[in-house]
């Protein structure tokens, strides 16, 4: 069975992104942008949801060709173009960069796919994340937490049905105050 991991940038406030989908306050350090960069690194798939997928696939698939691009930005393109990716849609009609598309049930496709042998699994999105969450498929939440309160927009936690018990698996710091905290759903 393979791990299903959530992890995604987050304010003090619990939100992944502020009211009209502003992404601002969440540019990571260039050591925080590693981490994140290393998780590409591993074999495994993304799973996206259509607005996260729509975010990434506007800026990544050139983000190495941009002027000023620094080295760690030309290896995360890199990277995320050679992995694997599950977009789900109901409204994308098609999909590039190492990517499949997937219209029907959300839930049992990554059900299906998480009970696969293979690398890791990486969910985003916090509709597509949310669903996951509630159907008790997500292993490991990751949250890279910023130090600002950006009072309301998109939450990082879905309203949940049930408690769910976590161990806490890592902390660390990073540059401006940034503090990252895994997860692991107790089983």
């Not at 080295?71 to 995320?80: D, Q, V």
Request: charged share 25%.
């Amino acid at each position: 069975m393979r791990k299903l991991t959530y992890g995604m940038n987050v304010s003090l406030d619990g939100y992944i992104a502020a009211p009209g989908d502003d992404l601002g306050w969440g540019v990571p350090s260039d050591e925080l942008f590693g981490f994140w960069s290393d998780r590409l690194r591993e074999p495994g798939l993304t799973l996206y949801g259509r607005r996260l997928w729509q975010t990434m696939s506007a800026h990544w698939p050139t983000g190495d060709q941009r002027p000023g691009a620094t080295p760690a930005e030309i290896e995360f393109a890199r990277r995320w173009r050679d992995r694997p990716k599950v977009v789900f849609s109901s409204t994308v009609d098609e999909v590039d960069w190492n990517a499949r598309l997937v219209t029907g049930d959300a839930v049992a496709e990554i059900a299906r796919l998480r009970a696969e042998d293979g690398g890791p699994l990486d969910i985003g999105g916090a509709t597509l994340a949310g669903a996951a969450m509630r159907a008790g498929l997500i292993d490991e939440y990751v949250l890279a937490t910023a130090p600002v309160l950006v009072g309301g927009g998109t939450p990082f936690f879905a309203a949940l049905d049930n408690w769910v018990d976590l161990d806490l698996v890592e902390t660390r710091a990073f540059p401006g105050g940034v503090v990252l905290t895994r997860y692991a759903t107790k089983r």
